[in-house]
């Protein structure tokens, strides 16, 4: 049974599909099985994945959403979903049989905004299923910033859960965009943020079992 990790913001560019590609990287490296569903009509993530001369990343599976009823038959360790920039009835769905949810997050209004939707929404729900928790990862970040840690309180007295990774900004994130592969063997500090963000992420999704 697949522990499934979803990956939402409502808002666009927060950081889904990089945080998504890269922590299945980190995973196969790890020894994990990885499949990825791409809910994104964009098919950013699956591009990534179908175009990659990544020797980790050519290890993750594709899933077609077609083919899916319930996330957990996948037959891996983890399936992680990439969605799109929006609440979907078929994102909300998978939303109810994650393990956890990540929401990627800038540091602007309209991405704690958009992260605060998910919340609203798995709140204000009425499947009595059990909820996973949402972790916010703040991403692209300047760490010397003060305004970052500004947020990060903001946040967490308005009870967000907040990674204590966060992701800076840094070119080869979007390089490797481009490029098709994960920061894995292409920058030594990016690959120790995206480590330590799934550690976390593993962490909690064993603290829930
Ligand atoms: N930490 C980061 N540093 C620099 N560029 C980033 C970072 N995270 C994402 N990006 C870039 O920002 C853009 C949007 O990221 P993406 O992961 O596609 O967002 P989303 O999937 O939420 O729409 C992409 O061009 C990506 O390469
Ligand atoms: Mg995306």
């Known amino acids: 049974m697949a522990k499934v990790v979803t990956f939402a913001n409502v808002k666009g560019g927060s950081g889904k599909s990089t945080l998504c590609i890269n922590m299945a990287a980190i995973l196969i490296r790890a020894g994990y ?3 990825i569903l791409d809910l ?6 699956q591009d990534w994945i179908t175009g990659t001369k990544d020797k980790l990343l050519s290890r993750v599976e594709i899933i077609e959403p077609a083919e899916l009823k319930a996330a957990e038959d996948v037959e891996v ?4 979903i990439d969605t799109q920039g929006s609440l979907t009835k078929e994102m909300a769905q998978f939303l109810f049989q994650s393990s956890l949810i990540i929401t990627p997050c800038r540091v602007s209004r309209d991405d704690i905004v958009g992260q605060g939707w998910i919340e609203v929404f798995l709140k204000q ?6 909820k996973a928790p949402i972790l916010t990862v703040l991403n692209g970040v300047n760490k010397r910033s003060s305004i970052l840690s500004h947020v990060i309180e903001q946040l967490k007295e308005d009870g967000v859960q907040v990674a204590e990774t966060c992701i800076s900004q840094r070119v080869c994130f979007a390089e490797t965009n481009v490029n098709k592969v994960s920061v ?5 500090q990016a690959t120790e943020e995206i480590v330590d963000l799934t550690n976390e992420a593993l962490n909690l999704i064993k ?3």
Do not use: H, M, P, R
């Not at 994104?40 to 993530?45: E, R």
């Not at 360790?77 to 992680?80: E, S």
């Not at 729900?125 to 059990?130: D, L």
């Not at 894995?184 to 030594?188: D, L």
């Open 33 to 35: 099985s990885v499949a």
């Open 40 to 45: 994104d009509q964009q098919k950013c993530s």
């Open 77 to 80: 360790d983890f399936l992680l």
């Open 125 to 130: 729900s009425n499947q009595n299923s059990k």
């Open 184 to 188: 894995i063997g292409y920058n030594k």
């Open 207 to 209: 603290s829930e079992t």
